[in-house]
């Protein structure tokens, strides 16, 4: 076992070693260290047949460095049987800080997720536990927008190997061009991460231009008791002539009255029906129909906790229903190049088997008298900062050169006699015949409400007009 001969704070090496021996003789697990991380199993004794599938892995984050297998897989035990348990390692022989535990079942990971995600590892210590995910696929940018799939999928299966798929989507305003960018999936990680590596540079071209390459966030996994419950479809590859009152038409053609409300945007769409049984019906009858001469790509709308932040409000349309707790995320609609994750924010990740950079920890510190202060730009700061829209708005308005926002605030009564407001936002830089200024369908009763709302929708319409961002402010936001 390299390694773990290693001093650690608290005790020796030999103290470390000889709890490490001790374990692996209770379990008959073996141990390994390779390449900065020390396997534990992999597979455990006894086991037959291939490894677990994907989703029996979990990622565990903020581990006291000086803690290590011997107290760490006690504890993951609880949640059931471990296939793998993976520590990162330090030189020194500490540990990074982090791990990943795969387990035999994904109920067992997801409960794992469930019981020790913020569990109490040591006194005032908290972990954090999360689905970790193989990431087989690319995010290729720059692609000439006339190219069509089979021609992306050719070149790349010449320039790389091991691809399986490409996923391109047409634009918006032009169904004969692609958006600028696709998906590419690979047979595994380590053909995904080969690619990477030789496309990376940033000097490799396609077709004479300059790509741009990074990790697509893996798709978020839902548990299958949530999806079971779902009763809504995303309908997406629309045309932006089409209704809402002829997609509910079409959607009701097989069965009429079995669709409840339909939400459309630029070119998809969410369909609430009444029942999940007729929805999952509509969704195998009108998948890859035609609605006003339009190919249609039809699937169940993934939930997403409303409670997150407002990029994950952002991930769909919010449903009218206040009542509502969840709203619907379809990750593939996302535009790297722009804002919008599907359609929200864009989300460019590292891929897993790296911890995900977290969010800014929103939280207060002590001013001491005599601490030293250095004046800043807000936009010397980097995105993860800004916890609003406005804030996001404005700063990326500034990485791109353009003068400020303008808001314009209106007001009206509401039917219960109440005052409420809505703000229209114009960005001169990008003003034009076809959207001179942005303004949300909804009112808001206070006035910081009605300008983050504003700024929300200003932030998912630049993601379908306009492909202006530059990667390096979009690698934080792909996620499905």
Same mark, same amino acid.
């Given at each position: ?8 704070? =608290?005790?020796? =090496? ?9 374990? &692996? ?14 396997? +534990? ?13 994907? *989703? ?16 760490? %897989? ?10 793998? +348990?993976?520590? &990162?390692?330090? /030189? ?5 800080? @982090?791990?990943?535990?795969? @387990? ?36 290729? *940018? ?21 691809? %399986? ?56 996994? %839902? ?10 479809? !995303?309908?997406?590859?629309? &045309? ?10 079409? +959607? ?35 998948? =890859? ?37 969840? %709203? $619907? ?38 001013? /001491? ?8 730009? &807000? ?27 303008? !808001? $314009? ?13 809505? @703000? ?57």
């Amino acid at each position: 076992m390299d390694g773990t001969n290693e001093c650690s704070k =608290g005790r020796t =090496g030999t103290q470390n070693e000889a709890a490490l021996l001790a374990l &692996m003789e209770k379990t008959g697990y073996n141990m390994v260290q390779e390449n900065g991380q020390r396997k +534990f199993g992999g597979p455990p004794p006894g086991w037959e047949g291939p490894p677990p599938p994907r *989703g029996c892995e979990v990622f565990v984050g903020k581990i006291p460095r000086d803690m290590y297998e011997d107290e760490l %897989v006690p504890v993951f035990e609880r949640a059931g049987k471990i296939y793998e +348990f993976r520590l &990162m390692m330090e /030189f020194s022989g500490e540990n990074r800080g @982090y791990a990943f535990v795969m @387990y035999t079942t994904k109920e067992e990971a997801q409960l794992a997720i469930r019981i020790l995600n913020n569990y109490e590892i040591r006194q005032g210590k908290f972990i954090g536990v999360c689905v970790s995910l193989d990431n087989c696929r690319l995010f290729i *940018g720059a692609i000439p927008k006339e190219k069509k799939k089979e021609e992306i999928l050719e070149e790349m299966k010449r320039v790389t190997e091991g691809v %399986v798929d490409v996923i391109v989507y047409p634009s918006a305003t032009d169904k004969t061009k692609n958006r600028g960018f696709a998906f590419v999936e690979y047979e595994s990680h380590r053909a995904a991460a080969m690619a990477r590596r030789k496309l990376i540079p940033g000097t490799f071209q396609l077709w004479g231009h300059t790509i741009q390459v990074d990790w697509a966030d893996p798709e978020k996994e %839902v548990d299958e008791e949530t999806m079971q419950r779902v009763k809504v479809l !995303y309908v997406r590859n629309l &045309m932006i002539s089409t209704t809402e009152e002829t997609i509910k038409a079409e +959607f009701n053609r097989h069965k009429p009255g079995t669709v409840e409300r339909v939400k459309k945007l630029r070119d998809y769409a969410f369909v609430h029906f009444f029942n999940r049984e007729d929805a999952v019906v509509a969704m195998s009858v009108m998948n =890859g129909k035609c609605i006003d001469g339009a190919s249609i790509e039809v699937t169940l709308a993934k939930p997403v906790n409303k409670e997150n932040t407002w990029r994950q409000h952002l991930n769909g349309q919010i449903s009218p229903s206040p009542e509502n707790l969840v %709203v $619907y995320a379809n990750k593939e609609e996302s535009h790297p190049k722009t804002l919008g994750k599907s359609p929200a924010l864009p989300a460019l990740l590292n891929a897993q088997h790296s911890p995900s950079p977290p969010e800014i920890e929103r939280c207060t510190y002590p001013f /001491f008298p005599g601490t030293k202060l250095t004046p800043i730009s &807000m936009y010397s700061l980097k995105s993860n900062h800004f916890n609003s829209a406005v804030m996001h708005l404005d700063y990326y308005c500034n990485k791109n050169n353009w003068s400020p926002p303008e !808001y $314009y605030l209106y007001s009206t009564t509401s039917p219960d006699g109440k005052v409420v407001l809505v @703000y229209k936002i114009v960005i001169p830089a990008i003003t034009n015949g076809s959207q001179s200024y942005f303004m949300p369908d909804k009112l808001c009763s206070t006035l910081e409400d009605a300008k983050e709302l504003a700024a929300q929708f200003t932030l998912l319409h630049l993601d379908r007009e306009h492909n202006l961002f530059s990667l390096d402010l979009c690698r934080r936001i792909w996620r499905q």
